[in-house]
């Protein structure tokens, strides 16, 4: 791995975490992702189980967990299955986790090689009554390709049918959700090398150089300071192109009077940053170019003074949808009269800011999380406000991370560059 060795007590708790909320006398299976071909002898690079690194700290593939704290055999109430090295493999593929090395990093004593788990599951699974499985219960996620949980899921209950099965998900949404220290020190590394990066792409934006050109300056910054890479799909989008939310082509050439809107974020030891920055091209904004970036910063500032434990989304986003009526009004994009005449379930600020203001960040950049359950202390969300005029070809998006404590939150990005003034100046020194 590119990241430094976390610590891990990170991992031992959370493995106490989810225990302490299972039944009496229950097993849990975890399991590593699938590896995806990319073509006939080669993979798409690995990315591991959201899920399953949060509870072992493992980033290797073909890996298992097995975590049953009330085994009646001692030595199997935490077990780490990894896939047996040999030198075939090291020669073709590289290093992997040796047992010792693996109880290093994720602080359990028991590891064995992954032929051994046939034999050491069906040893112990006819004393559990309970068998949690873990599924992929985002609900950002349309599951189309049966994984290696779903897969084996279905093994399990045509041998084994007579057990009760659970859902691992429903413990894992309300745990994940909520950071500890380690988690929250990882974010903030991944915070730092974005915005190194992003300072590092304003003193190389000019008229003529190319949105990948960007991306490549982006992501050079990234892997140099230790980041696996991107977190998502850089969106580097200028002039028009900003007005496509999911824009991911990042293939034109950045013209003299556009807006570059850069939605980006490091990705550092599987933990996200995600950020967006709206700036000008040639390094001056115009004055309606200002005016609609100060509109969409006023929104911004408002709505994080929202983002505290006890908030509901629903709530949070209907009243950062008045803020943003106010100010399409005062850029006479929208009409007072009209407004109080709105169908308020389709508000009309809608026209110019379509997407909601937040999402929930973690070791998934939309994080798995109830999006019906009130705020809490620990949560990291989004705040991205924006505005979008297709016939003017402007498109501004501005977002930061943010923490919420016991005293409301903290911007997690505050260091990073964001008034006009100052986002002019560096690119014009």
Known sequence: M???????????????NFVKRTKQNSIAIFHANDEF????????????????????????????????????????????????????????????????????????????????FDTILHSIINYAENVYIN???????????PYRDVRMYEQLRQKYPLHNYERSAVILRDLRVVKSDIEIELTRKACQITRDAFVRVLKFIKPGVTEYEVEAELTHEFLRQRATGNAYSPIIASGVNANVLHYIDNNQVCSTGDILLMDFGAEYANYNADMTRSVPVNGRF????RDVYNAVLRVMKGAIQLIKSGTLMSEYQDEVGKMMTSELIGLKLLNKHEVEKQDTKMPLYKKYFMHGTSHHLGLD???????????????ILTCEPGIYIPGEGVGIRLENDILITTDGNVDLMADIPLEVDHIEEIMNS
């Open 37 to 116: 071909p990319k073509n006939g002898d080669q993979n798409f690079p690995f990315k591991q189980n959201a899920d399953f690194f949060y509870l072992s700290g493992i980033d290797q593939e073909q890996s298992i967990l097995v975590l049953y704290p009330d085994c009646p055999n001692p030595l199997y109430k935490e077990v780490l299955f990894l896939r047996q090295t040999d030198e075939h493999i090291a020669v073709w593929e590289g290093h992997k986790y040796t047992k010792d090395e693996a109880r290093r990093a994720s602080g359990i004593e028991n590891v064995y090689w992954l032929n051994e």
């Open 135 to 145: 599924t992929n219960e985002n609900d950002r996620y349309g599951h189309t390709v």
């Open 286 to 289: 115009t004055k309606r170019q």
């Open 365 to 379: 950049v939309h994080d798995f999380a109830s999006r019906y359950k009130p705020f809490e202390v620990g949560n």
């Open 2 to 16: 590119k990241y430094l060795p976390i610590s891990n007590t990170l991992f031992i708790l959370n493995r106490k």
